[in-house]
T-cell receptor, first 114, second 115 residues
Framework: KAGVTQTPRYLIKTRGQQVTLSCSPI?????VSWYQQTPGQGLQFLFE???????NKGNFPGRFSGRQFSNSRSEMNVSTLELGDSALYLC?????????????FGPGTRLTVL | KQEVTQIPAALSVPEGENLVLNCSFT??????LQWFRQDPGKGLTSLLL?????REQTSGRLNASLDKSSGRSTLYIAASQPGDSATYLC??????????????FGQGTILTVHP
């Protein structure tokens, strides 16, 4: 069974631009969560989607948004990029999307903001 | 607010040693605790998941224990190998308050196993 896939793997953007990252969960998984990883703050929870609805949200500004499609694939969007948004963005999927479920992570998207 | 602390921050050992990584968390209202491994520049690989009702889980040379009431977990690695070199992260899934449903991570332990 294929793992969690994320595209693109690397991105370089400039301040003020916007970016969209994509995540395809493991087949059959219905929950997708997004995390930001930086050297200073470590891994921080962004949001979680289940059945196309945002189920949980971390403490990030409104510039960070996401959505989930009917096939469980998810996208994350960051608008008006800032230098501090440079990070590794990881998504994770779980099944059957209950609080007790193991999370499986993708390889991440490395975003660099210049 | 849930906080997770991992000790030590870094560990360097010779091959063959048994070692223990520690994780503590401030809020015992958790659904589960998960240990991950991360290689440089890569995503996270799930190692072990312990539900809140369990005391330990084992997988190969790895054994993780959980004492929910005291807010502690340990990851025991037997007979360490150079291929075990990585950053090890623990994370707890909150069951209440502002941490409900969220995975909160520790800062990780950087493990180096030298031949």
């Amino acid at each position: 069974k294929a793992g969690v896939t994320q595209t693109p793997r690397y991105l370089i953007k400039t301040r003020g631009q916007q970016v969209t990252l994509s995540c395809s969960p493991i087949s059959g998984h219905r929950s997708v969560s997004w995390y930001q990883q930086t050297p200073g703050q470590g891994l921080q929870f962004l949001f979680e989607y289940f059945s196309e609805t945002q189920r949980n949200k971390g403490n990030f500004p409104g510039r960070f948004s996401g959505r989930q499609f009917s096939n469980s694939r998810s996208e994350m969007n960051v608008s008006t990029l800032e230098l501090g948004d440079s990070a590794l963005y990881l998504c994770a999927s779980s099944y059957p999307a209950g609080e007790f479920d193991e999370q499986f992570f993708g390889p991440g998207t490395r975003l660099t903001v210049l | 607010k849930q906080e997770v602390t991992q000790i030590p921050a870094a560990l360097s050992v010779p091959e063959g040693e048994n070692l223990v990584l520690n994780c503590s968390f401030t809020d015992s209202a958790i659904y589960n605790l998960q240990w991950f491994r991360q290689d440089p520049g890569k995503g996270l690989t799930s190692l072990l998941l312990i539900q809140s009702s369990q005391r330990e889980q084992t997988s190969g040379r790895l054994n993780a224990s959980l004492d929910k009431s005291s807010g502690r977990s340990t990851l025991y690695i037997a007979a360490s190998q150079p291929g075990d070199s990585a950053t090890y992260l623990c994370a707890v899934r909150g069951a209440g308050g502002t941490s409900y449903g969220k995975l909160t991570f520790g800062q990780g332990t950087i493990l180096t196993v030298h031949p």
